[in-house]
């Protein structure tokens, strides 16, 4: 009888797409509570953390750089909460389990400063915490630009510890170094920029933050 009465609640689900959709974010949720709570004791202020986005650009950004891991965070404790600071659409803070929760399968990556024991004082958090502050409630930059008016994610990371603690995580590319050969990636390319590619730009990729050697990995789920 149970059985057949979730058969039907499924059912139900797929009838009505809406009704599916809250459904799946609502496990989603479950999913990334369960996975990020034994981690309180493991993170640590100014960790970063990767996944793979399930937003319309990712498998671009996958291919171009051949590498899986398409956005990034800064992970800051605030009010006893573990949350995300990241480039979306605005810039902001967001609670870590609905951040893995977007993520494909839940998995995530967080990796950590090599010398974190020493470099990542309280003096030094704060640091990076004020480094960040004026690009809060920033635009998403859908260009890849340098400038500050608008922010994606890796370049976020990469400027609140240029700015914060002198550190430079990844190597700045141009668009030029990037696989541009995929009609994936070609078509995105199109869409932002028309016939008239910023090859020249300066360009800081998830993946080449992730590869940084001064940095160490400390979780993967």
């Not at 009465?5 to 974010?25: E, M, Q, S």
């Not at 970063?48 to 404790?77: D, E, R």
């Amino acid at each position: 009888m149970f059985s057949s009465l979730l058969l039907a609640g499924t059912a139900g689900l797929f009838a009505y797409p809406r009704l599916g959709a809250k459904f799946y974010r609502w496990q989603a949720q479950r999913q990334a509570t369960a996975a990020t709570a034994p981690l309180a004791a493991t993170l640590h202020e100014g960790d970063l953390i990767f996944h793979t986005s399930q937003s319309a650009q990712s498998q671009a950004i996958q291919l171009a750089t051949h590498s899986p891991y398409s956005h990034c965070g800064l992970l800051y404790k605030t009010n006893g909460e573990w949350q995300v600071f990241e480039a979306v659409q605005p810039v902001k803070l967001t609670p870590l389990t609905r951040w893995v929760a977007r993520g494909q399968g839940q998995h995530f990556v967080v990796k950590r400063l090599r010398d974190a024991q020493t470099a990542l004082t309280p003096a030094a958090l704060g640091r990076l915490r004020a480094a960040g502050q004026p690009m809060l409630g920033h635009k998403y930059d859908l260009a890849f630009e340098w400038s500050d008016e608008r922010i994606y994610c890796s370049k976020l990371i990469w400027k609140v510890y240029d700015r914060g603690l002198h550190r430079q995580l990844g190597k700045l590319q141009q668009l030029r170094d990037f696989d541009l050969s995929h009609p994936a990636v070609r078509a995105k390319l199109r869409e932002r920029y028309g016939a008239q590619l910023p090859l020249s730009e300066p360009v800081i990729s998830p993946a080449s933050i992730f590869s940084s050697p001064e940095l160490v990995t400390v979780v993967r789920r």
